[in-house]
């Protein structure tokens, strides 16, 4: 679930994101340990600011150089994709041990990340990433025994888009969430450009096929709403309409992802958003079987 930044979030965020201010901090995050390693591959918590310095560089790299985002000034300027959330959020990363020895790096390279945003963080900062496109304070409202994961501003460098990194990734948000108790993730997810009518078959099939049950509907926010029930479903064709997903939302469906009503579209970064929803409930049980209910799939 790809975020990105927002503008008109207060000047003291941007600042604390910048490193300007001291910023609140998630408590363990200097004694993070690793979460799981496959070959030379390690995933693992951010352990300081300077990792999480190094993970906005990786951002702006896959984001803005690589992607259809537009940098403002003081994005251009740091080289870094930054917003006030990165301060209360857990930063995964994805560190490749064997470019380290191969380059002479004094740091291993970041090649693979992840945002994760707990309910209790956002409740106490303002608020879930996620509601500045959709209206989910009625979905948390509702299921207020369960605990609340935001995911976000996931990226990887175009060399280790492969099913390693990706497997690794997942683990360590498993890892994350099992360690933590969280019941639900939730989050953007992009696809690629701002027309919905060039996005109809996708957008169709994720409305017709994977459209989230009553009880897990969000719905995108009235100003911001695109319709995404734009082909009839008989006259959509599933395989085509999958093969036209970008690979992270084909993901969240394998393991058991609902999608909400309404799709909200990202001028800045050329694409257009659908809420996810995934409780822990309904990840289909292959899934946990494969990275293990406690996690140790690919344990450090």
């Known amino acids: 679930m790809q975020h990105r930044p927002i503008g008109g979030n207060g000047f003291i965020p941007t600042l604390r994101a910048y490193g300007g201010l001291q910023a609140p901090r998630p408590p363990d995050m200097t004694t993070a340990e690793p979460l ?47 917003d006030g959330f990165d301060s209360i959020c857990d930063h995964l990363l994805v560190i490749d ?18 945002r994760l945003l707990p309910q209790d963080m956002a409740e106490r900062h303002g608020g879930f990433y996620t509601a500045n496109e959709f209206d989910i304070g009625g979905l948390v409202a509702q299921h207020s025994s369960l605990r609340f994961l935001e995911l976000g501003r996931s990226c990887v460098l175009p060399p280790y888009r492969n099913k390693r990194t990706v497997e690794l ?53 009235p100003q911001r709403y695109i319709e995404m029930n734009r082909i009839p479903k008989d006259q959509i064709d599933p395989k085509a309409a999958l093969r036209a997903l970008p690979p992270m939302i084909k993901g969240y469906l394998r393991l058991g992802a609902y999608i909400g009503q309404g799709a909200v579209i990202d001028r800045q970064f050329g694409t257009t958003d659908v809420l996810v929803i995934l409780p822990v409930s309904a990840i289909t049980s292959r899934y ?12 450090a």
């Open 36 to 82: 799981g390693r496959l070959g030379t591959l390690e995933v693992r918590l951010a352990r300081k600011a300077g990792e999480i310095r190094r993970a906005q560089k990786l951002r702006y790299r896959v984001f803005y150089k690589n992607g259809s985002a537009i940098p403002d000034a003081a994005t251009v300027l740091a080289q870094r994709d930054v």
């Open 169 to 221: 990734l997942w683990h360590g948000i498993w890892s994350y969430v099992v360690q933590n108790g969280f019941n639900v993730m939730i989050g953007c997810a992009s696809l690629d450009g701002t027309d919905p009518d060039a996005l109809a078959m996708p957008l169709s099939f994720l409305h017709h096929y994977a459209a989230a049950p009553e009880q897990w509907r969000a719905t995108a926010l």
């Open 288 to 299: 946990i079987d494969h990275f293990g209910a406690d996690a140790t799939r690919h344990a």
């Open 97 to 114: 041990h064997a470019a380290e020895v191969q380059r002479a790096l004094k740091k291993p390279p970041v090649v693979g990340t992840y």
